[in-house]
């Protein structure tokens, strides 16, 4: 089975730090998602890779970056950390483009910003 | 904007019986997937259905079923036989345009199955 997992399950921050999300994938997938789901809006994508080193824009980018040194792991992070960052974030993953493909989505990351 | 629409946030099933969750979307493409994933409560989202646009005949995987209406734009997951394991958050989801490296979702109907 593939397996998605992330660096931590809650995390509390304050305003102004740097905070890193961490996902490992150990299916060996080309491509690796950032989403970010708040009640009543469903999943809105951050950022994806669908190489390493290679990155694309989602539908919220501003205030994030992400990082794909190496296949498996896809890190987002938040330069100075908001409340209204606060969110749970989703990592996922999929071997061909999710536009036909299944995707494997991690347990998520409740990040709550002080 | 191409957008997705989950025009019930919430419903309600009795154990045993059948529920349907609908879902509209909107694209100029011809041939695209559309996906039903499930969210259940403090779990992973797992994909539930796939729907090839091309494909004449309704997916079905076991206990769930879509109802796809192409000219429409109309892609309703059935879930027949409810069990209480089928509570949770459904999305859809669909690519905003052909070969887009990325998917929309719904904003998700939460299923309450009672006993």
């Known amino acids: 089975d593939v397996k998605v997992t992330q660096s931590s399950r809650y995390l509390v921050k304050r305003t102004g730090e740097k905070v890193f999300l961490e996902c490992v994938q150990d299916?060996?997938?080309?491509?690796m998602f950032w989403y970010r789901q708040d009640p009543g809006l469903g999943l809105r994508l951050i950022y994806f890779?669908?190489?390493?080193?290679?990155?694309e824009k989602g539908d919220i980018p501003e205030g994030y970056s992400v990082s794909r040194e190496k296949k498996e792991r896809f890190s987002l992070i938040l330069e100075s950390a908001s409340t209204n960052q606060t969110s749970m974030y989703l990592c996922?993953?999929?071997?061909?483009?999710?536009?036909?493909?299944?995707?494997?989505f991690g347990p998520g990351t409740r990040l709550t910003v002080l | 904007a191409q957008t997705v629409t989950q025009s019930q946030p919430e419903m309600s099933v009795q154990e045993a019986e059948t529920v349907t969750l609908s879902c509209t979307y909107d694209?100029?493409?011809?041939?695209?997937?559309l996906f039903w994933y499930k969210q259940p409560p403090s779990r992973q989202m797992i994909l539930v259905i796939r729907?090839?646009?091309?494909?004449?005949q309704n997916a079905t995987e076991n206990r769930f079923s879509v109802n796809f209406q192409k000219a429409a734009k109309s892609f309703s997951l059935k879930i027949s036989d409810s069990q209480l394991g089928d509570a949770a958050m459904y999305f859809c989801?669909?690519?905003?345009?052909?070969?887009?490296?990325?998917?929309?979702f719904g904003k998700g109907t939460k299923l309450t199955v009672n006993p």
């Open positions: 996922a993953s999929s071997l061909h483009g999710p536009h036909t493909d299944t995707q494997y």
């Open positions: 299916m060996d997938h080309e491509n």
């Open positions: 890779s669908y190489d390493v080193k290679m990155k």
């Open positions: 694209t100029s493409e011809s041939d695209y997937y």
């Open positions: 729907q090839e646009a091309y494909k004449q």
């Open positions: 989801a669909y690519p905003p345009q052909g070969g887009s490296e990325k998917l929309v």
